[in-house]
């Protein structure tokens, strides 16, 4: 998890029960539950935008500047040939 190990999670728990003290805790615990539940949800909507199709009228615009792309590329060739 993260990289730390068992050993680092309780240091880190015992400095945190120290400086907040036992009342606060359950806050504490709940904020940083809502800001990874935050976090993942991000990622996933990040992720899900990422894999979605483009829609139509982008896909044809990006063919069609390719194939332009590629046909001025062949006369390109072709004048220098001769």
Known sequence: ???IGMQELVIVLV???ILFG???LPEIGRVIGKA???LKRATQDFREAIEQEPPEEIRKEVEKKLSENIS???DE???KRG
């Open 72 to 74: 001025r590329e062949e």
């Open 1 to 3: 998890m993260f990289g």
């Open 77 to 79: 060739e072709k004048s």
């Open 15 to 17: 400095l945190v029960l």
């Open 22 to 24: 036992p009342r606060r």
């Open 36 to 38: 990874v539940r935050e």
